[in-house]
């Protein structure tokens, strides 16, 4: 595809409060770094989530961003889901490409 190289996109959205766990897993499965967005609003399963700060980022959603090479992606994936059984959140997991492959390895 265009000179492109095939990885794998893994968001994670969890309460501010348990982002850190997800962070950890995300380090830990050799993911050269992510991104964090906190202040995530939506509709789900446990209804309607504002986006307005309240007190603390605790307080609110956030959305964990990472991309890895397909031959780390199932250790996070598999941590990730096993963390996701006892906490509130949602974990997307998709195909994706990127121009400079050295950044993900």
Do not use: C, W
């Not at 770094?33 to 399963?45: D, E, I, K, M, R």
């Not at 959305?63 to 031959?71: A, W, Y």
């Amino acid at each position: 595809m265009h000179g492109l190289t095939k990885m794998i996109k893994v968001e994670i959205v969890v309460p501010g409060k348990d982002a850190a766990p997800i962070r950890s897993l995300i380090t830990a499965s050799g993911a050269t770094g992510y991104t964090a967005v906190s202040g995530v609003s939506g509709l789900g399963h446990h209804g309607p989530h504002s986006g307005a700060l309240l007190f603390n980022d605790y307080d609110t959603l956030t959305m964990l961003i990472t991309v890895l090479p397909p031959e780390r992606a199932d250790d996070l994936i598999g941590a990730a889901k096993e963390l996701l059984t006892t906490r509130s959140g949602v974990m997307f997991v998709t195909e994706t490409f990127v121009s400079r492959p050295e950044y993900f390895q």
